[in-house]
C-alpha cells in the first residue's frame, strides 16, 4: 500500500493511495480523524464494522472515526483512492491507527 499526507490544509489531509490486485488493509480504526474515499480507478471493497460495501470508480464513502474498517482490493487491476481525513481530535497523532488483533 502507498500511503502519505502529501497536502495538509487546515484540519484536513490529503492523500494519493492505492492497492495492488489481491491486497488489502488489516480492520483498523482511527481514533482522532475520520476520512473521506473517493475511487479514482479499479474497485474497492470496504468492510465496515460486518458490512461489505463495493464502491466503484468515481463512487465515494465516508468512514467516521473509531468505526472498525478494512480495504481490499478483489479486482484484476490496481485500485486507486483520493482519501480526505477530518482531524477531529487534536490531542490523537494523524497517522496512529489502532488494529484488531487477529
Not at 39 to 55: N, R, V, Y
Given at each position: 500500500m502507498?500511503?502519505k499526507?502529501?497536502?495538509?490544509?487546515?484540519?484536513?489531509?490529503?492523500?494519493?493511495?492505492?492497492?495492488?490486485?489481491?491486497?488489502?488493509?488489516?480492520?483498523?480504526?482511527?481514533?482522532?480523524?475520520?476520512?473521506?474515499?473517493?475511487?479514482?480507478?479499479?474497485?474497492?471493497?470496504?468492510?465496515?464494522?460486518?458490512?461489505?460495501?463495493?464502491?466503484?470508480?468515481?463512487?465515494?464513502?465516508s468512514?467516521?472515526?473509531?468505526i472498525n474498517?478494512?480495504?481490499?482490493?478483489?479486482?484484476?487491476?490496481?485500485?486507486?483512492?483520493?482519501?480526505?481525513?477530518?482531524?477531529?481530535?487534536?490531542?490523537?497523532?494523524?497517522?496512529?491507527?489502532?488494529y484488531?488483533?487477529?
Amino acid at each position: 500500500m502507498n500511503k502519505k499526507y502529501p497536502h495538509k490544509i487546515g484540519e484536513y489531509r490529503l492523500s494519493h493511495e492505492s492497492l495492488a490486485s489481491g491486497e488489502s488493509i488489516a480492520f483498523h480504526y482511527h481514533k482522532g480523524r475520520a476520512e473521506n474515499c473517493h475511487i479514482l480507478s479499479g474497485e474497492a471493497t470496504f468492510i465496515i464494522e460486518q458490512t461489505k460495501i463495493k464502491k466503484k470508480v468515481g463512487e465515494s464513502i465516508s468512514i467516521k472515526k473509531n468505526i472498525n474498517h478494512s480495504i481490499r482490493n478483489d479486482d484484476l487491476v490496481s485500485l486507486e483512492w483520493l482519501e480526505v481525513s477530518i482531524v477531529l481530535d487534536h490531542r490523537i497523532e494523524m497517522d496512529s491507527d489502532s488494529y484488531k488483533e487477529d
